[in-house]
Structure formats: structure tokens, C-alpha cells
T-cell receptor, first 115, second 113 residues
Framework: EADIYQTPRYLVIGTGKKITLECSQT?????MYWYQQDPGMELHLIHY???????EKGDLSSESTVSRIRTEHFPLTLESARPSHTSQYLC??????????????FGPGTRLTVT | DQQVKQNSPSLSVQEGRISILNCDYT??????FLWYKKYPAEGPTFLIS?????DKNEDGRFTVFLNKSAKHLSLHIVPSQPGDSAVYFC????????????FGKGTSLLVTP
């Protein structure tokens, strides 16, 4: 059973506000990811991390930033929210070097609406 | 450019019959292929995967087939059950990109009683 948590689950916020989406996992996974998904579309990778102090940008250009100060925590921040940021944000984690590199476990997601 | 494609947005199957979900990819560097199941308002749940060195992997009612020459994989569910109704995402990953997943757009499966 995967233990990965995201808060908040739903967020409605006004344009220009700074927001942080939280993601935590208790499995000790080194790799963590943030995906963005619009309805009816594929998930797009926006950030990933191989471990503490490691962060990389994904395929989809994003105005968000991430940090990885602790293994279990991978928050995503939007400095100034805009309506174009309205989407679902999914966090995932996976083991490194265990032969199970193909598996990723997803959190429940945060549905963000920017008005 | 989308590297993983699921060309059928929806599929309806009768309970007890076989469900076949298809997926095509373009990147020959992909090492692993995965299927995820997603219910509304939840994150995707890992279902089954296959390494590029295999052509078949089976887990209970779920079997994934990989045809590398055709860059095609499929998920077979047999027998299909109403609880299988969900959106199924095909995904692929490569070691040289940190195993980040490239997803298809998903196929919505409806299993009717």
C-alpha cells in the first residue's frame, strides 16, 4: 500500500495569490514527481527530483517552482496564481535502484481553480 | 509531440467479456511500459507493467502484451467486471530520463452488467 499524501485536495484562489501545494510520502522513496493534468488530457511532467537538494524541470513548461529539503517532502509553489494555472496537480514517488524503477505511486491530487 | 498515444477515448464492454485497451508509442528509448487506472477525483493507481525485454506480463485478470517492432502495447482484462470501469492510462518511461512517465490521454472503460 502506497502512502503519499497531497494537501489541499481542492483549492479555489484569486489571481495573484501565492500558493504552495504540499506532497509528502512515507515510503522513503528517493524519486518524486509533479504532474499536471487537464480534463480529458494526458498527465504532463512539470518537475521531478532524484533526492534531497535535487530538482529538475519536466517536459511541460511551468511557472511553478519546487524544493526538496527532506526526502519525504516535495512542495510545489506558484508565486502568483493565474487562471491559466487552473488544473489538477498530481504528485508521485518511486523507488530508486531497487529494480522497481518502473513503478510510481500517485497521491490523490490537488484540484486548483484560479479565479 | 505526444510520444504515447491512446487512440480510443472510450470503450464499452459487457461484464464477463474481454476488454482490450490499446496504446502506441513513438520513442524507441522507452524501457518500461505501465498501465494505470484512475477513478474521478483520485490519483492514478498502478496496475501492471512490462519491461522492454519481455513481450507479455500477466497478473490475475490483467495481461499486458508488448510488440516492440510495432511500438504497440495492449492491456487485456478478462473477465471484465463492473468495478473495472475507470479511465486507463498507458505510460512509458526511459532510464535516460529518470523514469519520468510519459502518459497517453487515457481510455475510459465502461463495463456494463
Amino acid at each position: 500500500e502506497a502512502d503519499i499524501y497531497q494537501t489541499p485536495r481542492y483549492l479555489v484562489i484569486g489571481t495573484g495569490k501565492k500558493i504552495t501545494l504540499e506532497c509528502s510520502q512515507t515510503m522513503g522513496h528517493d524519486k518524486m514527481y509533479w504532474y499536471q493534468q487537464d480534463p480529458g488530457m494526458e498527465l504532463h511532467l512539470i518537475h521531478y527530483s532524484y533526492g534531497v537538494n535535487s530538482t529538475e524541470k519536466g517536459d511541460l513548461s511551468s511557472e511553478s517552482t519546487v524544493s526538496r529539503i527532506r526526502t519525504e517532502h516535495f512542495p510545489l509553489t506558484l508565486e502568483s496564481a493565474r487562471p491559466s494555472h487552473t488544473s489538477q496537480y498530481l504528485c508521485a514517488s518511486g523507488p530508486l535502484g531497487s529494480g522497481r524503477e518502473d513503478e510510481q505511486y500517485f497521491g490523490p491530487g490537488t484540484r486548483l481553480t484560479v479565479t | 509531440d505526444q510520444q504515447v498515444k491512446q487512440n480510443s477515448p472510450s470503450l464499452s464492454v459487457q461484464e464477463g467479456r474481454i476488454s482490450i485497451l490499446n496504446c502506441d508509442y513513438t520513442n524507441s528509448m522507452f524501457d518500461y511500459f505501465l498501465w494505470y487506472k484512475k477513478y474521478p477525483a483520485e490519483g492514478p493507481t498502478f496496475l501492471i507493467s512490462i519491461s522492454s525485454i519481455k513481450d507479455k506480463n500477466e497478473d490475475g485478470r490483467f495481461t499486458v502484451f508488448l510488440n516492440k517492432s510495432a511500438k504497440h502495447l495492449s492491456l487485456h482484462i478478462v473477465p471484465s467486471q463492473p468495478g473495472d470501469s475507470a479511465v486507463y492510462f498507458c505510460a512509458a518511461s526511459a532510464e535516460n530520463s529518470g523514469y519520468a512517465l510519459n502518459f497517453g490521454k487515457g481510455t475510459s472503460l465502461l463495463v456494463t452488467p
